[in-house]
Nanobody, 124 residues
C-alpha cells in the first residue's frame, strides 16, 4: 500500500524553479514530521528539508537554504518543496519521508515512511 506519493519533478535549466508535492495518507500525515531527502547517482541519500508536525518549524540543509522552502497543507495532507534558482548540483531523485520523531528525520534516513521518489534534473 502506497503511503506517500510524490509529484512535480522534471527537467529544467539552471536558475529555474520547481515545486514538488507529496500527498500522504491522512493517518500518517496527521502526527508526522514531513521531510524531503535527495539522492544523486552514486551517492548517499541526504536530508534536504523538514517541517515539524506540531509547531511547523522548518529545517534545511545548508546547501538549499535560501533557495528551497518546505510547507504543508494539513487540509490536503500534502507537503510541498518549492525550489528556486535550481543548480545542476540539485539534480537527484527527491524522496518524501514521514516520521513522528523529529530527531530521526533530521539526523538519519530511518524514517518510517517513504515515497517512491521523483526525478529532478537541472541542466547547465
Amino acid at each position: 500500500q502506497v503511503q506517500l506519493v510524490e509529484s512535480g519533478g522534471g527537467l529544467v535549466q539552471a536558475g529555474a524553479s520547481l515545486r514538488l508535492s507529496c500527498t500522504a495518507a491522512k493517518p500518517i500525515f496527521r502526527d508526522s514530521n514531513m521531510a524531503w531527502f535527495r539522492q544523486a547517482p552514486g551517492k548517499e541519500r541526504k536530508f534536504v528539508a523538514a517541517i515539524n508536525w506540531s509547531n511547523s518549524n522548518t529545517y534545511y540543509a545548508d546547501s538549499v537554504k535560501g533557495r528551497f522552502t518546505i510547507s504543508r497543507d494539513d487540509a490536503k495532507n500534502t507537503v510541498y518543496l518549492q525550489m528556486i534558482n535550481l543548480k545542476p548540483e540539485d539534480t537527484a531523485v527527491y524522496y518524501c519521508a514521514a516520521d513522528p520523531r523529529i530527531a530521526v528525520v533530521l539526523t538519519t534516513t530511518a524514517c518510517d515512511y517513504w515515497g517512491q521518489g521523483t526525478q529532478v534534473t537541472v541542466s547547465s
